[in-house]
């Protein structure tokens, strides 16, 4: 498999020069090492999504899928991660770059960053919450990028200040729009999801009128758009506004080499507008999926769910949120686990899934394409001959 080009200016993190396109993180396991492997084999950067990774691995559920030992399961998610990272990179052949992305709000969080260093990692990226001791958790691997996941110029400011007293700089932000994005949304609540000062001309040109108040070089940290981007045009658009390259989740999510079962691929491709809902997670952020059968159950449920909530076990054992609606009794917060929900949509399973999918059209409309296509298409504007066809 031969690396794409393009001719939009490279992204450079490190010392590697990469297509302007990134990959973005999904779990439970919908971006694992085939996904992500394959498009830093493009010439890209391709992401795994660290939570709960033991699901792809048929000897790591045996151990632990009936078992509510925490240290065990939290152990082998480690593994599962080690292993992950490791067949990403094989696939890759040295080529592009192989992050991980890790929830600031996932109780392991540190543990995570840790391992994710040490099996090799050529990238951190952090989303849902801010990592103000990220430098400080990867001080012994200064070759591993770090890149936050952050939504205004507020956010941006806090980690740029908070980072700068501690001699560290980011290697790129990811400023993601809650307006179109998927799953876990960098807005305080429902009522702010569309806040006009989200869009990405005001964050971009927000960030950089802050990195010259800094003094930081204009160019010095990529920035990295990401939220309902799906055709050339736009991401035109966004290298015009100051981008230097471009985030996409669920677009990458339906190619043919997802890490998700095809009723999941599928299930993102059918959702028509309607069908697509944003609410509160259990995570206590606003999130956005496909309204499916267990979703809309949930809703219709979910006042008197929030009543009634009070503090009980963790229902999967091994507290993945380090704050989780559900377990804590948070009424405010969604009541439900998330990583149950997840797992059933990993495996395709309509009728109990959570199937996270941005707000936006598919570039590819409901076909299940190969990224390559994907990346040549958004790049390059070369749409897949079939479908040119087509239209």
Sequence with gaps: ?????????????????????????????????????????????????????????????????????????????????????????????????????????????????????????????VGAGLPMDL???????????????????????????????????????????????????????????????????????GTLALFEELGIERGRIPLITAGGIHTPEQVRELFALGASAVQLGTAFAVTEEGDAHLNFKKVLTGAKPEDIVTFMSCAGLPARAVKTQWLATYLEKEEKLQRKAGPKDCTVGFDCLHQCGLRDGIAKAGQFCIDTQLGFALKGDVKRGLF??????LPFGSEIRPARELIDYLLNGVKPAALAVAS
């Design 135 to 205: 430098p400080e958790l990867t001080a012994d691997f200064p070759d591993v990028a770090l890149i936050p996941i952050l939504s205004d110029v507020r956010g941006i400011a806090l980690i740029l200040k908070k980072w700068m007293r501690k001699n560290r700089l980011p290697d790129a932000i990811v400023i993601e729009n809650p307006q179109y994005a998927a799953g876990h949304l960098g807005a305080a609540g429902l009522d702010s999801v569309n806040d006009p000062h989200f869009a990405f001309s005001v964050v971009l040109e």
């Design 356 to 361: 996270f999918r941005g707000s936006e059209p």
């Design 1 to 125: 498999m031969t690396v794409l080009e393009t001719e939009y200016p490279k992204l450079k993190l490190k010392n590697k020069l990469l297509l302007p396109i990134v990959q973005g993180g999904m779990g439970v396991g919908v971006s694992a090492h085939r996904l992500a492997g394959t498009v830093a084999r493009l010439g890209g950067l391709g992401t795994i999504s660290s939570v709960d990774l033991r699901r792809h691995h048929a000897d790591l559920m045996a151990q632990t899928e009936k078992t509510r030992n925490k240290e065990l399961i939290n152990e082998v998610n480690l593994i599962a991660l080690d292993r992950e990272i490791k067949a990403a990179k094989v696939l890759a052949e040295g080529k592009g770059m192989i992050a991980v992305n890790v929830m600031r709000a996932v109780a392991d969080y540190a543990a995570y960053v840790r391992q994710s260093c040490i099996s090799g990692a050529d990238a951190i990226v």
